[in-house]
């Protein structure tokens, strides 16, 4: 019988339990992100609104997560990892630029990846911060990730005779800073620009820290 759970096939509706728990999780995340990502944001969403926008139970929701600073975490990375795979798909085309040319398409796939939907901006670069030490950790861990990428490509630069010899930590760590803070302030609306437009000002931030010509 169509719809029927069976001892031998332990199916319901054509789909096993690990299936209907992954489209469950999915409906959480996506629910997660409309509800963090737009109005009312992490602290003003309670659990019962979250099920009802995923058309789930609370009962459900545990079986998936602890607590909603749970999945607001899993979201964080998400995020993150939309960002980072945004930025590596491109290396390897772009690894026989200028410098300058690299920078630039480096710096557009990340603004890209973090914030070509705009509620995804804004957990990774609103809502975080100051949720919970738990939290502020991650956000230092995935922050602290980018200052050693980008620290990476700068004595990649230096090996290369494109850079003069420097410790750039503190500048990488300055520059990571420096993009964070502006697109909290995009995202928040106290920065009137497009997408575009950020992603000029913190190029012309680099270029100008770094003096490489444009």
């Known amino acids: 019988m169509a719809g029927k759970i069976t001892p031998a096939e ?4 054509g789909k096993d339990a690990a299936q209907r728990q992954a489209e469950r999780r999915a409906r959480f995340i996506e629910a997660g992100l409309d509800l963090f990502g737009r109005e009312p944001g992490y602290r003003g969403t ?11 139970s609370s009962r459900q929701f545990y079986e998936q997560f602890h607590a909603l600073e749970d999945l607001l975490a899993e979201l964080h990375l998400m995020v993150h ?3 980072q795979r ?17 920078l630039e398409h480096m710096l557009r ?21 100051g949720v919970s030490s ?9 922050r602290s990730t980018w200052i050693s990428f980008f620290t990476a490509i700068t004595d990649d630069a230096v090996a290369r005779g494109e850079m003069p010899p420097a410790d750039y930590a503190i500048a990488s760590a300055a520059y990571i800073g420096a993009v964070n803070g502006l697109m909290h302030d995009w995202v928040v609306g106290w920065v009137d620009a497009t997408r575009e437009q ?3 000002e913190l190029l012309q931030l680099l270029v100008g820290r770094y003096k490489i010509a444009i």
Not at 94 to 101: C, G, S, T, V, Y
């Open 10 to 13: 332990g199916r319901y509706g």
């Open 46 to 56: 309670t659990l019962a609104e979250l099920c009802k926008t995923a058309g789930l």
């Open 81 to 83: 990892g939309l960002a």
């Open 86 to 102: 945004s930025v590596f798909e491109i290396l390897p085309d772009i690894q026989d630029l200028p410098l300058a040319e690299r």
């Open 109 to 129: 796939a990340y603004v890209e990846g973090a914030a070509a939907d705009l509620r995804h901006a804004r957990i990774v670069f609103v809502e975080v911060i």
């Open 134 to 142: 738990r939290m502020d950790l991650q956000r230092l861990e995935r």
């Open 198 to 200: 950020i992603a000029d």
